[in-house]
């Protein structure tokens, strides 16, 4: 079984702090809906107000790309589009598999926004052989005694994990063995990976659970409201504002 760490330094090896490749798409969101409304020009402001960063932040992250904009114009929208994407390495195309083609590995590649930021899936793989064969969004679902070949002749680096929990690791060790070097695991399972593989986790219940997190602050803040003074300092929470993480600026819940 591979073992090692599952998370990157803070900041990678052409200096870009990990904490900006985290805000990058955020702001190509933003910039790729000011392109579709053929906007030419953003400035820092507008920009950050739409990605749900502040400003400072913004143009700090924008210096790592080299780009400053110009003093009373601001960014071009279209360059800007190019370098983030290019950055994240969006401008060549990233064949996907998908394994675990059931409720949500079915939902995934039926999802339309994956081609549209350049990731093609190449194969949808399961354990189940009732499930071979069978067209999924178009795509035949593959046996997973085919996941080496499939993953070799298809050049995949990027694997999306959907099965249960309990057969995630052994999955990822197949992936990482036949060389894959990045991995998306939805599984409830924290992966083990050697070094050199990037692992991310999506967990919706965990975002819930920062949700009811500040529903439960918004109510004792609510609360404090109604009581005299003296009571009111005991029951309001202390810290950064709502709105903000630990260290005061980054959003303790990302936009969506
Ligand atoms: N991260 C999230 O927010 C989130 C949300 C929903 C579900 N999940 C998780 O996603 C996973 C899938 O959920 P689901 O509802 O689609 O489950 P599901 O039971 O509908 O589908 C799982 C599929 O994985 C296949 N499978 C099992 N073992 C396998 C193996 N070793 N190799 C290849 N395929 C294998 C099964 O045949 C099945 O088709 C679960 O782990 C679930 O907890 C995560």
Redo the contacts with the bound molecule.
Sequence with gaps: MATGRNHRPATRSRGIPEATVARLPLYLRALTALSERSVPTVSSEELASAAGVNSAKLRKDFSYLGSYGTRGVGYDVEYLVYQISRELGLTQDWPVVI???????AALANYGGFASRGFRVAAL????PA?SGRQVAGIEVRH?DELESIIDTNGVSIGVI????G??Q??CDRLVAAGITSILN???TVLSVPDGVDVRK????IELQILAFHEQRKAAEALAQDVPEPLAAEAAPSGPGRDQGPDGDIPAVMPA
Aim: hydrophobic letters at 50%.
């Design positions: 394994v675990g083609i059931g409720n949500l590995g793989i399961d354990a189940d499930l997973v959907t099965t249960p929990g057969a995630a052994q999955v939805f599984a409830p999506v967990d919706l219940s």
